[in-house]
Each structure stands twice: as structure tokens, then as C-alpha cells.
């Protein structure tokens, strides 16, 4: 499956942050979204063969890289509260949306 | 733009009964749709999914749901709810050109009683 790390982050208001996640085998392409707590997930952006091929509404301190075995990072710089949620990294296969979610990193900003 | 709309923010049923969760979604051309289910403080794990074919779609632990091009509608449905189907539920609507961006609604919370 999908693996993501780590679990439960504290950052404090203009710090950055990397979050991690390890693709399901054989998959290609890896999106990540940000879900607020109560929310449905909001998608930050799609690699595919390490390039961004697709961005939701987030600002550029939002920025990520795809690796060669499609393992992905996520990074977030200036943090603000509001980036206070639950990040989740999914992985498909090209042409197919059907993701395969990782169990996502709870990140707290205080 | 694609988009999703589900109308229940909360649904309680009693173990045993049947379940239906409504989900209606906006996109210009023929859509990928899905049914995931997430569990507090967990990622999302995929119910099912429709791409195009049969209009009643099978899925994983007995839950199936219904294409509906003249309604825009893919509901959940669930013939008898057990208690450990209590957990969140969204629909999410996907594209088939370009990049594969999944759009999800805000979900609908699902309480069972006994």
C-alpha cells in the first residue's frame, strides 16, 4: 500500500515541514491533499514522471518532488495555522483516478 | 468544473437497517465517480468505483451504488448496515483527460445504533 511519515507533526507559524510518502508498488502517480478537519480532502497537487502536472488552489510555499521509484515529498514553507490538518498522499496508476490513499500525516501548526 | 454535492452531512441508522447516501456530482463529460470510506483519523480507503459499463456498481464489504446520467446522482446503498460501517463516507467525482485531479464532496457521517 501507501506509506506515509510521519504520522503526527508540531510546527510552529513560519517554520517548514517535508512530509513523506512511499508509493504503492507499481504506481506512477502520486497526489497529495490536504484535508481540514470536517472537511472533504482538497487536492494540492499531481506528480507524474517527476514533474507537477496539476495544482489545486494553494499558494506556491506549497511545492513537492516526485523520486525515480515515484516514492513523493510534500513540503510546506512559512507555515501558517491554517495549514493545521490531515495531509494525505495518494498513488495510481496513469489514466486511472482510482487512488490508493496512505493513512496521512497530521500535521498541527501552533 | 467538476464538483460534488453530498446533501447529509449526518445519517444515523439502526444495525440491520438498510442505508442509502445520496451523492450528486457536475462534470461536463462522461465521469469517474467513487464511494470512499475513511475511519477517525485514517486515510480513505476505496468502496468502489464507476468508469463506464454497468450502471450498478459492486464494491467491497457489500456496498454497491448506482449511476444515474439523467440525475447526476451516485448513491451509496447498503441492503443492512452493521456497526462497523459507522464511519465517514465520500463521494468524489474524477476526469479522464490531462491530469487525473479527484474532486471530493464533504462527506457524510454515518452513525449506527444498536
Known amino acids: 500500500g501507501v506509506t506515509q511519515s510521519p504520522t503526527h507533526l508540531i510546527k510552529t507559524r513560519g517554520q517548514q515541514v517535508t512530509l513523506r510518502c512511499s508509493s504503492q508498488?507499481?504506481?506512477?502517480?502520486v497526489s497529495w491533499y490536504q484535508q481540514a478537519l470536517g472537511q472533504g480532502p482538497q487536492f494540492i497537487f499531481q506528480y507524474y514522471r517527476k514533474e507537477e502536472n496539476g495544482r489545486g488552489n494553494f499558494p506556491p510555499r506549497f511545492s513537492g518532488l516526485q523520486f525515480p521509484n515515484d516514492s513523493s515529498e510534500l513540503n510546506v514553507n512559512a507555515l501558517e495555522l491554517d495549514d493545521s490538518a490531515l495531509y494525505l498522499c495518494a498513488s495510481s496508476l496513469r489514466g486511472d483516478p482510482g487512488y490508493t490513499f496512505g493513512s496521512g500525516t497530521r500535521l498541527t501548526v501552533v | 468544473a467538476q464538483s460534488v454535492t453530498q446533501p447529509d452531512i449526518h445519517i444515523t441508522v439502526s444495525e440491520g437497517a438498510s442505508l442509502e447516501l445520496r451523492c450528486n456530482y457536475s462534470y461536463g463529460a462522461t465521469p469517474y465517480l467513487f464511494w470512499y470510506v475513511q475511519s477517525p483519523g485514517q486515510g480513505l480507503q476505496l468502496l468502489l468505483k464507476y468508469f463506464s459499463g454497468d450502471t450498478l456498481v459492486q464494491g467491497i464489504k457489500g456496498f454497491e451504488a448506482e449511476f444515474k446520467r439523467s440525475q447526476s446522482s451516485f448513491n451509496l446503498r447498503k441492503p443492512s448496515v452493521h456497526w462497523s460501517d459507522a464511519a465517514e463516507y465520500f463521494c468524489a467525482v474524477g476526469n479522464s483527460g490531462g491530469y487525473q485531479k479527484v474532486t471530493f464532496g464533504t462527506g457524510t457521517k454515518l452513525q449506527v445504533i444498536p
Open positions: 508498488s507499481g504506481h506512477n502517480t
